[in-house]
């Protein structure tokens, strides 16, 4: 199907990478989908005339300039100005701490690569998102970007921004001291999630709602994927409105 604008392409090729990127990887890999895939799948359909008149559409004819610049507008569009001060999630500061006590990182660059790993291994952060649900990697990327992480480089940003009010992290008492303070206690990052998708599915809860999602937590964590929670509290929702208009009635 013919992308009806340039930045509509570049939004098709993003969803094949599934993975963080640079804005300059992304014009990279812009170039090489659309003389790529792309082109195969509109010269089957229409011939290679109308591939190059369609490249004109869009203006895309003075090819480096022009495809640089529709990568730059799309990222405007989806992820705003490149200066732009990110809306880091403190979930995100939650899991620099984890990684650091987990891998037990000695120094800044493999503290970074500790947690990019937590952020982008499918065994990481990811499979407790996904919670037992055949979701798309690329949704997961979008929540990624919902939280704060766009690129690499944001990476980097949280992990500088942790270390300045930790600045004895690498301090092997001082992670022990970290550890021990998480002994006995659920894992917070997960039931940040699950408040998350709590938020998702009723936006302003009520102290009462968030003290039955902690319990809901608390008490099924070790028996129930994050999915079989979240039906729990929907089951409780539904109850709790059946009952108020009941009531009301």
Not at 69 to 89: I, M, P, R, S, T
């Amino acid at each position: 199907m013919l992308a009806e604008s340039a930045v509509e392409l570049v939004n098709r090729c993003y969803e094949q990478r599934n993975n963080l990127f640079t804005l300059e990887e992304m014009k990279e890999d812009f170039i090489t989908f659309v003389f790529g895939s792309y082109q195969d799948e509109i010269v089957m359909t229409h011939g290679l005339d109308r591939f190059y008149e369609h490249l004109d559409d869009l203006h895309l004819t003075n090819c480096r300039k022009d495809f640089d610049k529709a990568v730059e507008d799309w990222y405007l569009l989806y992820y705003g100005c490149q200066n732009e001060e990110a809306n880091y999630h403190d979930i995100l500061f939650i899991l620099v701490k984890e990684a650091l006590l987990v891998n037990q990182s000695d120094n800044r660059e493999t503290l970074m690569r500790d947690v990019t790993k937590l952020l982008t291994s499918p065994t990481g952060f990811m499979s407790r998102w996904r919670g037992g649900d055949d979701r798309k990697l690329t949704t997961y990327f979008k929540y990624l970007n919902q939280l704060g992480i766009r690129t690499y480089e944001d990476i980097e940003a949280i992990v500088d921004m942790w270390l300045l009010e930790n600045p004895n992290a690498f301090d092997r008492r001082h992670q022990q001291l970290l550890a021990k303070s998480r002994r006995g206690r659920p894992n917070n990052v997960e039931l940040s999630l699950l408040l998350e998708m709590a938020c998702q599915l009723k936006p302003e809860l009520t102290p009462q709602e968030r003290e039955r999602i902690r319990k809901i937590y608390y008490y099924h964590r070790k028996s129930l994927t994050m999915r079989e929670m979240m039906e729990k509290f929907k089951k409780y929702i539904v109850s709790k409105n059946k009952a108020n208009n009941s009531h009301a009635g």
